[in-house]
């Protein structure tokens, strides 16, 4: 019960990081709800793919569908709002990158990957929504040049690959992996932190 | 017969957009070739993916392969010509849109998904394709800032989805559901209706 | 062993092209590592997920996200000195070309797929890592606009699916499509071929 409302509440802070994305780009009503819906399931979509379950669960039930319109209405008709509540917004993006983490990764460890594997495929389950919103605003996705986003999931995937790779209690294995990435998401986002640009020698 | 005929054209129509597009931004022969596939294509395969009946019909079948191609070079050979066709071609495209809508919508219900779902998916296979081009061309894609054109698709698709869904006559369910979407669609065109875009507040 | 070395190599240098463009956008060590990744396993991913062999190889074994990262880290730490190994850098992508035309031309027609449709597939997956690269650097994609590369894997993948359709020795065939591609590849490198732009008439 309370998963799934991390779960709601963090498709819903996606889907709003994809309709405000589309209203800065001058997008269309329909292009802000397609936005929404695209940042907030992306992720999980190319996951199924990946590992052949298909259809994937954005298809297979309404409920991120229904959220995302939410979220994509509320762009539309209320975006000076949400700028407003941003920073709690952020907090569930958090959430959400936890939760996402945790589910990715076992979902496709019991598809029989390896744990490494299995973290990377955690991390794009996280990371997804924010590539695929990017990409249909023509841009660099964010996760690849700004803000420590990727590296927190990346590392709560894995924390959580090893740790039932080995047996640890379950339940201590999902707090501490999205622990992980949750803290450190947060930390980056209150203390500015960015990996530094490679640059050419 | 007739509806194959409908299906080719509409791909052809569909090819057109891909390999005009891919002229207008420079692209070699092969670039030109290339979007042309993709965009007759994009949408049906992304379909295919979802509800797992790999290989997708465009790989199974060299039909619409062929039919791409040929689009392609008439965009390479001929493009003064496509130039002065476009009103043609942009009937072509409506039609080609309203028959997508129904294939898609059906084939999705038939793989399992809810009617609303189902209409979800088959608009992104009547848009797909647009989109395919349009990130191809690092671009945004139009369908979310310009023209109605996915808006049109999709209350074509819920009129098959919930249409199938109640059990309606399946041949009257096809001709609403693609007669919404074409004539929207045509009138669209038409009378140059857009959605405004929403604007930041 | 040979054949295992040359995808090693190729891999690593389709990685190399990842990393190198994603230092020259200013990508972060994240984006560096992902965008090598990305380049060296996309064409294949697209031709698991499209003849349903998932999951994908590239998330199957850790090799090549091992080869992946190892390319990804020479990009950070290294950069100036890849530069001035971009000659053999370039022949052994054409070597990774050559060998990934004929693997994943074969891969497709054991999938049932025709000849046609597996020789494009099989170019697809020979040029696929590139075109995810370039589109995660929100640029048109180089195999669009530029050089001899995709015409090179598409005649090769040709010749493999028409030889292993007519039942010529495969050991013949896969020399033959690979010599094809590669030698194609490596002249217009060295001769700077390209196809013409399409001029808009």
Redesign the interface.
């Known amino acids: 019960m309370f998963l799934t409302l991390v779960d709601f509440f963090g498709c819903f802070a996606f889907a709003l990081s994809g309709g405000t994305r ?11 709800m ?2 929404a819906f695209i940042a907030a399931t992306f992720g999980g ?1 190319i996951r199924d ?4 379950s ?3 669960v954005a ?4 409920h991120y ?1 229904a959220i995302s319109c939410a979220a994509g209405l509320a ?2 008709f209320a ?2 709002l949400i700028a407003k509540v941003a920073a709690p917004v952020a907090v569930f993006d958090a959430l959400g990158l936890g939760l996402y983490v945790v589910v990715g990764t076992r979902k ?1 460890m019991d ?4 744990p ?2 299995a973290a ?2 955690g991390m794009v389950n996280a990371i997804g929504g924010g ?1 695929g919103r990017d ?7 964010m ?4 803000e420590i986003y ?2 927190a999931a990346l590392l709560g995937a894995l924390v959580v690959a090893y740790g039932d790779y080995y047996l640890l209690p379950s339940v201590l294995v999902a707090i501490a992996g999205s622990a992980v990435a949750i803290l450190l998401r947060l930390a980056a986002m209150r203390w500015d932190w ?8």
């Not at 298809?59 to 309404?62: A, E, H, R, S």
């Not at 960015?194 to 020698?201: G, I, M, Q, R």
């Open positions: 589309a209203v800065e780009r001058r997008l269309d009503p329909f292009g802000v397609f936005l979509i793919v990946i590992i052949g298909v259809p994937p298809f297979d039930t309404w569908f762009c539309i975006n000076g496709a598809a029989g990957l390896s490494l594997m990377v495929l590539i990409i249909l605003a023509a841009q660099t996705p996760v690849l040049h700004k990727a590296l960015n990996l530094p640009p490679v640059a050419p020698k």
